[in-house]
């Protein structure tokens, strides 16, 4: 297999009709061009988050929610590595009944990073999340949502979207879910729901045109989901207005922990992850493919490994249109142990979502994490550079997992944003991560409690596994952003 991806792109044919000037006699006659309609470029489709490098008016972020209750709550956190400060505004929504959005006006230093605790700017509701606005753009936003079961970081989002996935949803065992949708506009929204298991696909009438409140929270709770699942998917499409989700769970008995992360605003014919490992018998490693689209889908995994990568693994597998398929890494024959890297490819174009989820022992227990993957996107353009405004406060092994997606060895750079800009962090200005390869690497106390950066001179993608709180045992995945 061809481990290099395709461009795809699309071109923009301009049609210039020019007048036409007819000579009759000595006179000149004009003849007016055929009415035509306005054409106006279409933006992308909304994708995971990013760091933008260009400049905005004003840059926004839409944070997907912390919870709010006993030994529960959240912050945001607004990175800046600029030389000038960041001015901005934090809007709290919440899903307390005639409760309005709250404001909150700030300032990022130069190089610095700004924590904001929802709960001391809005304590109604059962879900509060958050959008960032930034005039004149620059920095970057993450949000950090803390219960007794342990804290989970997520990314804020760059956009609204009319659509969100979600493909590893777990409800088994009184596991508990949650499904956060936030209006951040002013005009209500309406959204939809359906559910899909490997056999059928569900739209409970009770879940089909819900108004969302402008500036407001709705939170579905697992009244409403489906029971004792091992693995189902959801979509949210909104039939008016945009919207941004995110999904909380809380695990028992087989899982166990906390995950709040955001959904996929829009599938992708290809996904990619850094992290994974073998053997099976020190945890359970599970992905997920759904499938939205009308057209069924051929999905090829491979897998990347610690120093030689391994294609063809496991068969094509077909994803029937509005189906999840899942595998676990003991369905992969000969799966070389260790750490391994993966990629999902629809070998026929058609559109999927994939998010994998990991259950690794922590003492006595477990802790599981669930981690949408990187989609094609991202991998087309080389991303060489990964940002974090939240890194690890514990100095541990493994916190960050980077899989190098280049044919040829990559030199990796850690660096550290503080008072001095971006700083290598010492012993990490260059390490080695073979080709097609994961490396994984430990973060030194010189490195606690700060931003990260992490650049490849080969592209690459970067993972974090950050402590679930300072007393529990265990890890919390999730993504760096692209950028």
């Not at 949708?181 to 409970?204: H, K, L, M, W, Y």
């Not at 030199?411 to 097609?436: C, F, I, M, N, R």
């Not at 490849?456 to 993608?461: A, H, K, L, M």
Request: aromatic share 8%; glycine share 10%; charged share 15%.
């Amino acid at each position: 297999m061809n481990w290099s991806v395709s461009r795809r792109a699309v071109s923009l044919v301009v049609l210039l009709v020019l007048p036409v000037a007819l000579l009759i006699g000595a006179a000149f006659v004009w003849k007016a061009p055929a009415r035509t309609t306005a054409k106006f470029a279409a933006l992308g489709l909304p994708t995971m988050p990013f760091v933008p490098s260009q400049q905005f008016i004003t840059a926004t972020w839409f944070c997907p929610g912390v919870p709010n209750g006993a030994n529960s709550g959240g912050s945001v956190f607004i990175a800046n590595p600029a030389d000038d400060p960041l001015i901005g505004r934090l809007t709290v929504f919440t899903d307390a009944d005639g409760i309005g959005p709250t404001e909150f006006d700030f300032e990022v230093t130069a190089r610095d990073t700004l924590e904001l605790n929802l709960l001391g700017i809005q304590n109604q509701g059962t879900y509060l999340s958050a959008m960032v606005e930034i005039n004149g753009g620059g920095g970057f936003v993450e949000q950090r949502a803390t219960t007794a079961d342990g804290s989970a970081v997520s990314p804020c989002s760059n956009s609204t979207s009319s659509e969100w996935h979600f493909a590893d949803n777990y409800t088994l065992n009184d596991s508990r879910e949650d499904l956060i949708i936030t209006n951040p506009f002013p005009d209500d929204a309406i959204v939809n729901f359906q559910f899909v298991s490997s056999d059928g696909t569900r739209e409970p009438g009770v879940l089909q045109g819900i108004p969302v409140p402008g500036n407001s929270v709705y939170v579905v709770d697992q009244s409403l989901l489906s029971k004792d699942e091992i693995v189902f998917a959801v979509s949210i499409v909104a039939s008016r207005g945009r919207v941004v989700v995110g999904r909380a769970q809380h695990y028992l008995v087989e899982r166990q922990g906390f995950t709040l992360s955001l959904g996929a605003p829009s599938p992708s014919t290809g996904w990619w992850f850094a992290d994974g490992e073998n053997p099976a018998e020190t945890y359970f490693e599970r992905f997920s493919i759904y499938n939205p689209s009308d057209r069924d889908a051929v999905v090829q995994p491979d897998f990347y490994g610690l120093t030689t990568n391994t294609v063809g693994v496991i068969a094509e597998l077909t994803v029937p249109a509005h189906r999840v398929v899942s595998f676990s890494i003991t369905d992969v024959p000969g799966l070389p142990t260790g750490r391994h890297g993966s990629q999902f490819i629809s070998m026929n174009d058609v559109p999927i979502v994939v998010e994998r989820a990991i259950t690794r022992r922590a003492d006595a227990g477990f802790a599981t994490t669930v981690v949408l993957g990187v989609p094609e996107y991202f991998i087309e353009v080389g991303t060489m550079r990964w940002s974090m405004a939240i890194g690890s406060d514990q100095a541990v092994d493994a916190a960050l997992v980077v899989l190098n997606l280049g044919a040829q060895d990559a030199a990796v750079a850690v660096k550290a944003l503080g008072p001095g800009g971006e700083v290598d962090v010492a012993g990490l200005e260059s390490v080695l991560v073979p080709a097609l390869s994961v490396a994984t690497i430990a973060l030194p106390d010189s490195a606690l409690g700060q931003p990260l950066i992490v650049v490849g001179n080969q592209p690459i993608i970067v993972e974090r596994l950050l402590p679930r709180s300072a007393t529990l045992s265990g890890r919390s995945g999730s993504m760096a952003m692209p950028g």
